[in-house]
């Protein structure tokens, strides 16, 4: 296989496996994992770009912030920097490690541009913090002006998740990839920024999903595939059911006959055909430890247009 430009998006598992304590002990153990992956598609002489989600790390901040500070609690641009600074910091780390530090690796702290007139402003639906009791949530909205909605038996704060435009931290990414360094960026998305009338940037209160600015990314960069690595083995056909069975590839018209979960399999499937449809050679979903192996077609799920 000739030598590629990657774009690795690792999923929430990538430091948090499901039903796992947010403990640092237990992060960067799962860093250490995600690490020895990654290292695979270094060692076999590809570039990469790396990034990850952020959405158990979100949570636990805005729960502290709200036991410190509960009528001032903090931005999401300001949760979503802290965040990306922190697993930034593990996998870069872990990944130095994991290649000997025989190659540069530098995490990145990147603002994601989005458009203030994104109809997902008037319609908030990506859950984050904490839960309440309908009463105290219905009452934070009011004091704060926040949207809220069930989950579960509970209710959460929504808020807008608008599609990702531009990444204005470009040049960066792009001076450290000539210079032969692995990058970790884009993470939880980025940071949600929007332009002012002047041209300056500001953070806005929004989420961005990590699937779609993976792809923005790898579009803009002029990588040649987009793996979307995750804790299942590929896009799969009766998923939860006895009868599940992986998908070994997928077209744009196979999707779009197929339910595929909004939280989870849609948007990464999407970002993929996204991929694919721009240029892109190649856009793989499937376990981490695969990574290598979708690559090469042998696992996990392959898009196509």
Same mark, same amino acid.
């Given at each position: ?85 922190? %697993? ?115 953070? %806005? ?101």
């Amino acid at each position: 296989m000739r030598p590629m430009l990657v774009v690795a998006a690792l999923g929430g598992n990538a430091l948090l496996r499901r039903g796992e304590p947010v403990t640092a002990e237990v992060q960067r153990a799962n860093a250490a994992r995600a690490a020895g992956a990654l290292a695979g598609l270094v060692r076999a002489g590809h570039d990469l770009v790396v990034t990850h989600g952020n959405g158990p790390q979100v949570g636990l901040l805005a729960l502290q912030g709200a036991a410190f500070r509960p009528d001032a609690p903090e931005p999401l641009d300001m949760l979503g920097a802290e965040t990306e600074g922190m %697993i930034g910091y593990l996998i870069e780390q872990e990944l130095e490690n994991a290649l000997g530090h025989d190659r540069p690796v530098a995490a990145l702290l990147t603002q994601v541009l989005v458009d203030p007139a994104d109809p997902a402003f008037a319609r908030p639906t990506k859950p984050v913090g904490p839960v309440y009791p309908e009463a105290e949530a219905k009452r934070l909205a009011a004091a704060r002006g926040w949207t809220v909605a069930p989950d579960g038996a509970s209710w959460r704060r929504v808020v807008p998740s608008p599609k990702p435009v531009e990444i204005p931290d470009l040049r960066v990414i792009q001076l450290l990839l000539a210079q032969g360094v692995v990058v970790i960026c884009a993470g939880g998305g980025g940071i949600p920024v929007i332009r002012r009338a002047d041209g300056s940037l500001t953070g %806005i209160e929004a989420v961005i999903d990590k699937d779609h600015a993976s792809a923005l990314l790898a579009r803009e960069i002029g990588a040649d595939a987009l793996l979307m690595l995750t804790d299942v083995d590929g896009v799969q056909e009766g998923f939860g059911t006895p009868a599940a069975r992986r998908i070994p590839r997928l077209t744009a018209a196979e999707a779009a006959r197929m339910t595929l979960p909004a939280g989870s399999m849609g948007p990464k499937v999407a970002a993929g055909l996204a991929f694919v449809a721009a240029g892109g050679k190649l856009a793989g979903i499937g376990r981490m430890e695969d990574a290598l192996a979708i690559l090469g077609g042998a696992a996990g799920t392959v898009i196509s247009g």
